[in-house]
């Protein structure tokens, strides 16, 4: 996967530093937000620009995420072949209240929205549930690529919303 993405990674600008807290967090939130601008202007060019077009949106993110995480956190991805998945764990060290050291862990699925297919978020909702409770966290972002032609006429939408897992876990929901 890092391979894939190195192309699309090297048209990243943005920095890395931009998105670090005080302490040392990833502002999760920020990382999204410059996500969800970053597809707005350039999806197009970068779908029809990558070999594996099934999983261009995918490498994207994966590319701009490592970017931003690339020399201070890890990206752990975890492949569920033939289930139609794909999670993200990013991991950042900092330094918790106490003056420790400690680790930061956000949990990232990935789902396409395929043409002649339901709207992956319901499926998407359960399967980050299931990985929060493996993980341990209390909440999650599911990102939604839609590419159905529909949604491919014009300019890529993209929105950044809430909402809560079957289980009542809080998850931020970028379609994209």
């Not at 209240?97 to 990232?108: K, S």
């Not at 300019?155 to 809430?162: H, L, M, N, Q, S």
Request: charged share 25%.
């Amino acid at each position: 996967m890092r391979v894939l993405g190195a192309a699309t990674e090297s048209v990243i600008t943005a920095s890395p530093a931009q998105f670090l807290l005080p302490d040392g967090r990833l502002d999760f939130a920020a990382v999204l937000a410059e996500f969800a601008e970053f597809w707005q202007a350039n999806a197009e060019i970068l779908v029809s620009s990558q070999v594996y077009h099934e999983a261009a949106p995918q490498l994207v993110f994966m590319a701009f995420l490592q970017r931003i995480v690339n020399g201070g956190g890890l990206i752990d991805r975890e492949y569920g072949v033939g289930r139609g998945r794909l999670d993200l764990l990013v991991r950042k060290g900092y330094t918790g209240p106490d003056g420790h050291p400690t680790m930061q862990r956000e949990a990232v699925e990935l789902k396409v929205w395929h043409p002649r297919q339901r709207d992956p978020l319901e499926l998407g909702l359960v399967q980050l549930d299931q990985y929060l409770s493996r993980l341990r966290l209390d909440h999650g972002t599911l990102v939604i690529f839609d590419r159905r032609p529909e949604a491919l006429d014009g300019e890529p939408r993209v929105a950044i919303g809430t909402t809560t897992s079957p289980s009542g876990r809080p998850v931020t929901v970028l379609r994209a």
